[in-house]
């Protein structure tokens, strides 16, 4: 970069023919490196926003070496900004996929326990008391056999008959489907 004092003189007269003829792309390469690959394409924005900072306050350097630090920290400022944001938007980004999948997630879920209940509500009068009994109580099957005051043999061939029921009702895939999703 070819900084002199007569580039600077004209600087702080307004006059910035020489300055971006001379200075702009050696401060586009400076930008991109400080950037990185994936925010180099913000490079022109970072060097347009410091040179016009430092059009506004053009009369405060002294010399070209002040002139030269003060751009190049401006530079440096505003691509460490450009990479927070990048990087905060791409925290709001993930997190944002995560609660998407959560909520699709959750959705299917609730349609699945959906159709199991839709199915255990047809249920027949004692296949859904032995449903009951059995899944949502938690009972055992002789703990089962002694309230309703029949075999552990009735019991079990009754839970069979409720798996059965759900089977025919859902459709056997849907119901191996629907339980791989809940558990």
Same mark, same amino acid.
């Given at each position: 970069?070819?900084?002199?004092?007569?580039?600077?003189?004209?600087?702080?007269?307004?006059?910035?023919?020489?300055?971006?003829?001379?200075?702009?792309?050696?401060?586009?390469?400076? +930008?991109?490196?400080?950037? &990185?690959?994936?925010?180099?394409?913000?490079?022109?924005?970072?060097?347009?926003?410091?040179?016009?900072?430092?059009?506004?306050?053009? *009369?405060?350097f002294?010399n070209?070496?002040?002139?030269?630090?003060?751009?190049?920290?401006?530079i440096?400022?505003?691509?460490?900004?450009?990479?927070?944001?990048?990087?905060? %938007?791409?925290?709001?980004?993930?997190?944002?996929?995560?609660?998407d999948e959560?909520l699709?997630?959750?959705?299917?879920?609730? *349609?699945?326990?959906d159709?199991?209940?839709? +199915?255990?509500?047809?249920?027949?009068? *004692?296949?859904?008391?032995?449903?009951?009994?059995?899944?949502?109580e938690?009972?055992?099957?002789? *703990?089962?056999?002694?309230?309703? &005051?029949?075999?552990?043999?009735?019991?079990?061939? %009754?839970k069979?008959?409720?798996?059965?029921?759900?089977?025919?009702?859902?459709?056997e895939p849907?119901?191996l489907?629907?339980?791989?999703?809940?558990?």
């Amino acid at each position: 970069m070819r900084l002199t004092e007569k580039i600077v003189d004209d600087f702080r007269l307004g006059k910035i023919d020489s300055f971006y003829k001379e200075v702009y792309p050696s401060l586009l390469v400076y +930008a991109s490196r400080q950037l &990185g690959t994936d925010y180099a394409f913000l490079a022109e924005d970072c060097v347009q926003d410091a040179i016009y900072k430092m059009y506004g306050i053009r *009369e405060r350097f002294s010399n070209a070496a002040h002139f030269k630090a003060y751009l190049f920290a401006a530079i440096h400022n505003k691509a460490v900004s450009v990479l927070r944001r990048g990087q905060s %938007r791409q925290h709001y980004l993930q997190e944002k996929e995560d609660l998407d999948e959560d909520l699709q997630a959750s959705i299917i879920e609730q *349609e699945t326990l959906d159709l199991l209940y839709e +199915a255990i509500d047809k249920l027949p009068g *004692e296949l859904h008391r032995i449903f009951n009994l059995s899944f949502v109580e938690g009972l055992k099957n002789d *703990e089962v056999a002694k309230i309703l &005051g029949c075999s552990i043999g009735t019991v079990k061939n %009754r839970k069979t008959a409720v798996i059965n029921f759900l089977k025919l009702s859902i459709g056997e895939p849907k119901l191996l489907l629907l339980l791989a999703i809940l558990y």
